[in-house]
């Protein structure tokens, strides 16, 4: 089974409106770290921000907010107020465990903002 | 301060030959990954490198897949006998400690092998 799924290939925005990006992960282990990484058409990745599974509280990082849902299994990314450099593959992230080891990633969503 | 680099940033290989890709990780950065980025897909692990521990090589495809840090700082990926199904994006990343959440990754490697 996947660890990460992505179901969004793609998605489109206006410019200052809000979007979600729909994440679901699937571990038994009750130590996890959820992850958002940017990936622009330049190919580098970029942290955007992190949820651990025992975070009482969805984390927030300036326009981007994680909204968690544990019992769903859900860690989908909320953009707000998109901005034309918003446009890039977004790609959900798990770790497992407390190994700080590697990450599973998703297949992506390509977000495209319209001006 | 610097990032994490790799070179080459383009590498085009005859099947057949074997490649070294490089990484040089943030200084002080006991962690090191080597992941797997094929056109369009996610990324796929490959290998972990923490201090002075074994590695984690549980992500290598194949035994032509071999990997090494040297001084517990810079890596090499080797990749021997190459493929056409190893073309992809070969990232690096690295982090502080094992306990750390953010991986701070290289602009990557695009190795095409024609």
């Known amino acids: 089974a996947q660890k990460i799924t992505q179901t969004q290939p793609g998605m489109f925005v206006q410019e200052k409106e809000a979007v979600t990006l729909d994440c679901t992960y699937d571990?038994?282990?009750?130590?996890?770290?959820l992850f958002w990484y940017k990936q622009p058409s330049s190919g580098e990745m970029i942290f955007l921000i992190y949820q651990g599974s025992y975070d009482q509280q969805n984390a927030t990082e300036g326009r981007y907010s994680l909204n968690f849902q544990k019992a769903r299994k859900s860690a989908n990314l909320v953009i707000s107020a998109s901005q034309l450099g918003d446009s890039a593959m977004y790609f959900c992230a798990m770790r497992e465990g407390g190994r700080a080891n590697n990450l599973f990633f998703g297949t992506g969503t390509r977000l495209t903002v319209i001006p | 301060g610097a990032g994490v680099s790799q070179s080459p940033s383009n590498k085009v290989t005859e099947k057949g030959k074997d490649v070294e890709l490089r990484c040089d990780p943030i200084?002080?950065?006991?962690?090191l990954y080597w992941y797997r980025q094929s056109l369009g897909q996610g990324l796929e692990f490959l290998i972990y490198f923490q201090g002075n521990s074994a590695p984690d090589k549980s992500g290598l495809p194949s035994d032509r897949f071999s990997a090494e840090r040297t001084g517990g700082s810079v890596s090499t990926l080797t990749i021997q006998r190459t493929q056409q199904e190893d073309s992809a994006v070969y990232l690096c990343?690295?982090?502080?400690?094992?306990?750390?959440?953010?991986?701070?990754f290289g602009p990557g490697t695009r190795l095409t092998v024609t």
């Open positions: 571990t038994s282990d009750p130590s996890y770290g």
């Open positions: 990343a690295s982090s502080p400690d094992r306990s750390n959440y953010e991986q701070y």
């Open positions: 200084s002080g950065h006991t962690a």
